[in-house]
């Protein structure tokens, strides 16, 4: 398994702009296809997106489509998460997640899991 922390949260205005880092530590990091999820009060954690270990293929929830990348560096062993036009409704704590295999599906206790980053957006 890799060992994940994500960094880059923190307090913005809605239709402000944020980049999530989620730095890699362990095992092969290429070999792994990297994903965030993102969990807010009271509701399930949720897929936002997800890239393949080449980083050649990329795959978006629909209501970040348009407004959050997903990128990765090999070399540096981290995955990011460019957020832009933030809204209200994408409050929530964002963990990185790493898998062999398919990411999109993942659950808590499968796979590697960072500890999170708060992301609150203030209307």
């Known amino acids: 398994q890799v060992q994940l922390v994500e960094s880059g949260g923190g307090l913005v205005q809605a239709g402000d702009s944020l980049r999530l880092t989620c730095a890699a530590s362990?095992?092969?990091?290429?070999?792994?296809?990297m994903g965030w999820f993102r969990q807010a009060p009271g509701k399930e954690r949720e897929f936002v997106a997800d890239i393949t270990w080449s980083g050649s293929i990329t795959y978006y929830a629909d209501f970040v489509k348009g407004r959050f990348t997903i990128s990765r560096d090999n070399a540096k062993t981290t995955v990011y998460l460019q957020m832009n036009s933030l809204k209200s409704e994408d409050t929530a704590i964002y963990y990185c997640?790493?898998?062999?295999?398919?990411?999109?599906?993942?659950?808590?206790?499968?796979?590697?899991w960072g500890q999170g980053t708060q992301v609150t957006v203030s209307s």
């Open positions: 997640a790493a898998n062999p295999f398919n990411i999109r599906t993942l659950k808590a206790g499968s796979g590697s």
């Open positions: 362990g095992r092969s990091f290429s070999g792994y296809h």
